[in-house]
Every structure is written in C-alpha cells, then in structure tokens.
C-alpha cells in the first residue's frame, strides 16, 4: 500500500535549522500535490506548507512563510521541508501527506489529503 516515511526530526535548540524528508512509494508520486502538517501537544494538527506536483507552486502557514522551504524531487519521490531560525513554538510532531487534486485549492485542509505519514518529532529547546 502507500507509504510515506518521514525522517529528520530531532531536538534542536532556538534559532537552528533542520531539514526533514518525507520519502513516498507505492503510488505516482509526481501526479501528487505534497504537504506538510504539524501537531503540537493539545493542539490540533495544522497546515505548515504545501508544494503542488510539479514544484512550480508552495503555499505557507503563516507562521513559518520566510523561515521553512517546501521542495520536492520527483526524481526521488520525496519531498523536503527545510526549516530555519527554529522556535520553540515549532515543537510538533510533523506530518506529510499527499493529495490527488489536480489543483490546490483549499490545500491548507486536512480533508484534502489522501495519504498520510507517521509522522517525526521536532523539538525546538529555548
């Protein structure tokens, strides 16, 4: 079935980077509009970026756009979610999922993700 395997996450302090990966298989990977999630402890899990299938458009959470890069390379069916200048408040388990849509309307839902990951801890320390 599909898989999407997350990697990259780990405990860093305020103001570093990491970069994680999300690695997918078992289905078409470049017809896939990709995205990343992120759920904080109590919290609900929300929207932190989306990539559409061809890379030619990224979406942003408001609360990341100029610190976190979405990319992908379909070459390798995986997609990056490079993250800068790390805050504590960035403390989350991170999710990819991938979508089917051939547009990106509405990409910030949940709902509108097939496929989802396992998800990798992030923990930003202040």
């Known amino acids: 079935q599909v898989q999407l395997v997350e990697s990259g996450g780990g405990l860093v302090q305020a103001g570093a980077s990491l970069r994680l990966s999300c690695a997918a298989s078992r289905f078409t990977f470049s017809t896939y509009a990709m995205g990343w999630f992120r759920q904080a402890p109590g919290k609900e899990r929300e929207f932190v970026a989306a990539?559409?299938?061809?890379?030619?458009?990224?979406y942003y959470a408001d609360s990341v756009k100029g610190r976190f890069t979405i990319s992908r390379d379909n070459a390798k069916n995986t997609v990056y979610l490079q993250m800068n200048s790390l805050k504590p408040e960035d403390t989350a388990v991170y999710y990819c999922a991938a979508r089917r849509a051939s547009n990106m309307s509405s990409y910030f839902l949940r709902r509108e993700y097939d496929y989802w990951g396992q998800g990798t801890q992030v923990t930003g320390s202040s």
């Open positions: 990539i559409s299938w061809s890379g030619g458009s990224t």
